[in-house]
Structure formats: C-alpha cells, structure tokens
C-alpha cells in the first residue's frame, strides 16, 4: 500500500507547488489578487460567450467587449500617455472627445481581431506575473495557434482601488499605447492650434 501512496502524494505535491508558483507572488504581495488571474477571467469568459458559434455577430461582440471586457482597462491613463504633452493644451472637452475616440478604435480592433477567436485551435500560456514596481505588473500570455507561429502577448498592468487594471498590450513587443499614439498624432497637433 506504502508503494502506491507514496508515490501518489509525491505526484500530489508537486502538482501543487508547480500550480501554487504559477500564481506565487513575492511575500509583499501576498495580500494581492493576481492580475494574470484577472486576464484568464476575461479570457474564460470570452471562451464561454464564443462556445458552440462558428462567428459571433459583430454588434453581439461589441455588446460584450464593453461590458465584460473593457472594465479591465484604464482608459484614463491610456489617454494621458497617448496624449502626453499635449494634454496641457487640451480643454477638458477636448480630453473626453479623445478617450471616447480611443474606447471607439480599440473597440473596433478589438471586434475586427477576436471575431474570429476560436479556443478549439487556440491554446494559452500564463507565464509567471512580473511586478517592476509595487504598483505595476506585467501578465505575460504565449499564444499557440493551430498552422500558425507562437506569439507573445504582454499585459501592462497597474493597481488602482478597482483592482488590477490594463493600461497596454504588447503584441510581440509592439505597443498598443505606442500605437494609437502615432494613430492620433495628428489629431493630438490639431488641439495646439
């Protein structure tokens, strides 16, 4: 019987401390809700609104984007770092106007690339949550696809009272924020005039 258990519990242990350290924190965070946690909800649920459909209608997909996706990201603070120095020569109108401009492109990108997402030919891989700063953490997703190359996905994360929120995406090391930055630049020069 011994022959049996203990290798069993052997098994128990390290399955245990390898699913502990995928979601360990260093010992000051201890108290804190892991951000990759937050991001495999997200995902989770998205799996669950695709289930059993070939392709989700559009208007059905930007219902639930908005709803269930966009509360992990601030738009807030994407917008003052898109803006950067502009920001001073823009009237608070002007900064509204901009981050609901910014919500209605990421949207659009967003419906244009998860679309066609199907978790049958998709596979995730949450590698350990980086913290640079008390504050910030860095949810790193290796993403496999079916006939395609592997990519890397980078969640820049930051702690507000809400909890975890977004506030870029990498995609193979290129810049969501860096991105609509150069997208709006001319609309950003046109608020100093």
């Known amino acids: 019987m011994n022959k049996i258990i203990i290798p069993i519990t052997t098994l128990f242990l390290v399955l245990y401390m390898s699913a502990s350290m995928a979601y360990a924190y260093p010992p000051r965070y201890a108290d804190r809700v892991d951000p990759a946690r937050q991001i495999q909800e997200a995902v989770n649920e998205l799996e669950k609104f695709n289930q059993g459909k070939d392709k989700v209608h559009p208007a059905m997909l930007k219902s639930f984007l908005e709803n269930k996706i966009f509360p992990h990201f601030d738009f807030n603070s994407m917008s003052r770092w898109i803006t950067g120095p502009y920001a001073r020569q823009m009237t608070t109108e002007n900064k509204k106007e901009f981050q ?94």
């Open 100 to 193: 609901s401009a910014l919500r209605e492109t990421f949207l659009s990108a967003l419906v244009k690339h998860m679309g066609g997402y199907d978790p049958g030919t998709t596979t995730l891989r949450y590698l350990r949550t980086h913290y640079p700063h008390r504050d910030e953490a860095i949810v790193t997703v290796r993403v496999f696809r079916k006939n395609m190359p592997p990519a890397t996905l980078k969640f820049d994360m930051h702690s507000t009272d809400g909890g975890w929120r977004i506030v870029d995406v990498k995609a193979n090391g290129t810049s969501a924020v860096l991105y609509y930055r150069q997208h709006f630049i001319a609309k950003l020069r046109g608020y100093g005039q």
